[in-house]
């Protein structure tokens, strides 16, 4: 068993514990999908300057999302990292090195980000539409949101949650 | 015999500069292979402290000590974890087990990272199993456990590794009597069969009077030592004694 083996054993049998950070990770994740989604949509973009507003909108509430969450994020790793002293205790008796020991945390904190990555792109693109829908409504516009699902708001979803992680 | 641990005019201080305190001042001391060690003393009299100086958690202020001719307080880091992983086994009162493991992977977790083939790790784990007790608990989670099988299990996963001493500090403190019982007797029984030294801190006659040598700390010096006649009986009392003769803390059990 290697540190990646014990790390997944871990992520698995820790699942219980994380499972209301991954929820909130995951429902941020989407959010910031669909501001995304809206921002690289195609019909989006062709329609008339009334959606410039929504679209800078869109953009400041994705940055303001953002910003929370890498405070959440900051504060519960810290949390969780305190909770488990004792456990690291044990893993450094077992003569395992500090190096290991967070080499063992960080990937296990990589799992958990990318089971929050995958769960809210997922959640993010079934509900992409019903957002588009919604906000089309309330701007008393009359188009019809086709479902797309913009491989650009995907990987820029990706890359700065992957930055997020990865910084964490 | 042959000397597996030796301590040299050990000294540990603790506090800042014009409040410091030694709690452990000329300890010298020379443990062999295959000893079943106990120290005691009254609360503050540096047991504890002791054993973190000799069990690598803690680093001495001064002196030396040497496990199988290796000087500890001279170690790097990555020297120590090595030692600790080969030559060291760990028991403590509150057992210390991982709650979202099983006890199978609780005791193999030691071996695990040292990359041992997955085999040898279960054959290992069930051979010490056996020998505490433990085959039935093995897919147990800990908290299925009673105190003193989570006791055993915690001195399986110290022995797993093999090593040459294992350092226990009240390792009865949570069990009562006949679990206590059970496994003191389990100590001794490693003697005999992996050659293990044993090095046991506590307070109570009774666990102390199991081994074959009790050393008495007082005020962080090392003040007198009994060794076991064989019987188990008058060796109690004698410590009983010993400790009435110190300013017992005990003499409520008699």
Not at chain 2, 87 to 102: H, Y
Not at chain 2, 167 to 174: H, M, Q, V
Request: net charge positive; charged share 20%; aromatic share 10%.
């Amino acid at each position: 068993m290697n540190a990646f083996s014990l790390a997944l054993k871990l992520f698995r049998s820790n699942v219980k514990t994380y499972t209301f950070y991954i929820a909130v990770m995951t429902v941020a994740v989407a959010v910031y999908y669909d501001f995304m989604a809206l921002k690289h949509n195609p019909e989006v973009l062709q329609t008339r300057e009334v959606l410039l507003y929504a679209k800078s909108a869109a953009q400041i509430t994705s940055v303001v999302t953002l910003i929370v969450l890498v405070f959440f994020m900051w504060y519960s790793s810290s949390f969780f990292l305190k909770q488990r002293t004792k456990e690291i205790g044990i893993y450094a008796l077992a003569g395992i090195s500090n190096a290991k020991i967070g080499l063992v945390f960080a990937v296990e904190s990589i799992f958990i980000g990318l089971t929050a990555l995958a769960g809210g792109l997922l959640f993010g693109i079934l509900f992409s539409k019903l957002f588009l829908m919604a906000l089309a409504k309330c701007t008393l516009l009359d188009v019809t949101v086709p479902f797309t699902v913009p491989t650009s708001a995907v990987t820029e979803v990706m890359i700065t949650f992957g930055i997020i992680f990865l910084a964490l | 015999m042959e000397t597996i641990l030796s301590v040299r005019s050990l000294k540990k201080e603790y506090g800042s500069r014009g409040t410091r305190f030694a709690a452990l001042h000329d300890v010298d001391l020379e443990v062999q292979k295959g000893e079943f060690l106990a120290v005691m003393g009254p609360s503050g009299s540096g047991k504890t402290t002791l054993l973190n100086l000799m069990s690598t958690i803690d680093q001495a202020t001064a002196g030396e000590i040497y496990i199988d001719g290796r000087n500890l307080t001279r170690m790097k880091n990555g020297d120590l974890a090595k030692l600790r992983r080969n030559k060291i086994g760990f028991v403590f009162q509150d057992f210390n087990l991982l709650d979202n493991m099983t006890i199978m992977d609780n005791i193999a977790l030691p071996l695990a990272l040292n990359k041992a083939n997955h085999k040898e790790i279960l054959a290992a784990v069930e051979e010490l199993a056996a020998f505490f007790g433990l085959t039935d608990q093995l897919h147990k989670y800990p908290y299925q456990l009673s105190g003193g099988q989570k006791q055993r299990a915690a001195v399986t996963r110290a022995l797993i590794t093999k090593p040459s001493v294992v350092f226990a500090d009240e390792p009865t403190g949570a069990l009562d009597t006949k679990a206590s019982t059970e496994l003191l007797d389990c100590l001794r029984g490693l003697k005999p069969k992996y050659g293990t030294t044993v090095i046991m801190v506590t307070h109570d006659a009774f666990c102390a009077s199991f081994s074959d040598r009790v050393m008495f700390l007082k005020d962080g010096t090392l003040h007198a030592r009994l060794d076991s006649s064989g019987s188990r009986k008058d060796f109690y009392q004698k410590i009983l004694e010993m400790l009435a003769a110190m300013g017992g803390i005990t003499n409520e059990r008699l």
